[in-house]
């Protein structure tokens, strides 16, 4: 199973960079915070570069598939 991305949505500052980027991938919770709602939307390697690079506060982080 591929990795997923999650989001420590208590340093998440809302800033959209991630869900802009992988729209396939993210999207705003209800409270307005980033969740990864489709791991598979996007390459492994886009959602590095595209999201997790880009995020502003460091806040996304890859969980290992072992589930
Ligand atoms: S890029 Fe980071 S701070 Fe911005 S919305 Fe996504 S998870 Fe939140």
Request: glycine share 6%; hydrophobic share 35%.
């Amino acid at each position: 199973m591929a990795r997923k991305p999650w989001v420590d949505k208590e340093e998440c500052i809302s800033c959209g960079i991630c869900k802009s980027n992988c729209p396939q991938v993210f999207r705003f919770d209800s409270r307005g915070k980033a969740e990864c709602f489709d791991p598979c939307g996007a390459e492994e390697e886009v959602i590095q570069s595209m999201a997790i690079d880009q995020c502003p506060v460091s806040c996304i982080t890859w969980l290992d598939g072992a589930d």
